[in-house]
């Protein structure tokens, strides 16, 4: 059996120094296996970012790769699931950024760098350019969405994968509160179980517990 590889992608202005990318490199660095996970820094250009991931992917063929997207990096896995077949766990993940972005157009900063750069047209239609209306296996993907995401409408992506594995929490935002708690539920998943955590209504702060058959 090959070597697990978890590859982190980071959503638009974010970057490896991301909450949950820390959180997730964290959490694998304690069990002995921070050799299973890749977060690389990526472009602010779609095509170049996803050339970079392709290269990455490639270049691990020989392991068994599950893509983590977070925002933006959801909408890229579901591309690179695509076309390599592998898993890939979503996190509150863009559906159609680029009409959410059509809306940002113009000076932007990367939220952990001193980068800035202009959002154009460019971008938008880079974006176009990989979007997938069909999941050939939905089953591929776990989506990890909540309700109270203040930038994405969560239902989008409940609708896309509504054949898929998910988990919706209801509360929460979009950086994915309590993210700690599902990382177990990724794991199992890029093992190919589903082992969904117990419901947490974090907008009243409890828990209701709902089993799963899938």
């Not at 159609?96 to 809306?103: G, Y």
Request: glycine share 6%.
């Amino acid at each position: 059996m090959s070597q697990p590889l978890f590859l982190y992608i980071h959503g638009f202005n974010s970057s490896p120094d991301s909450y949950k990318a820390r959180c997730f490199v964290d959490y694998m660095t304690s069990e002995g296996k921070a050799d299973q996970v890749i977060v690389p820094a990526l472009s602010h250009w779609p095509a170049r970012a996803i050339g970079m991931l392709e290269q990455l992917i490639e270049a691990h063929s020989d392991r068994t790769i599950t893509l983590i997207g977070s925002s933006l990096g959801g909408y890229y896995s579901t591309w690179l699931c695509e076309k390599y077949a592998l898993r890939a766990v979503l996190i509150n993940p863009a559906v159609r950024p680029f009409e959410l972005l059509e809306t940002m157009l113009g000076e932007q900063g990367n939220f952990y760098s001193d980068e800035r750069y202009e959002l154009t047209h460019d971008h938008l239609q880079q974006l176009l350019q990989i979007h997938c209306n069909v999941l050939k296996d939905p089953s591929r993907y776990l989506l990890l969405t909540q309700t109270c995401d203040e930038t994405l409408d969560y239902r989008e992506a409940v609708e896309k994968f509504r054949d898929s594995p998910m988990l919706v929490q209801q509360g929460g935002s979009h950086g994915f509160d309590q993210f700690e708690s599902v990382i177990p539920a990724i794991l199992a998943f890029a093992e190919g179980r589903v082992e969904l955590p117990a419901v947490t209504d974090l907008a009243a702060g409890r828990i209701r517990t709902e089993t799963s058959d899938e």
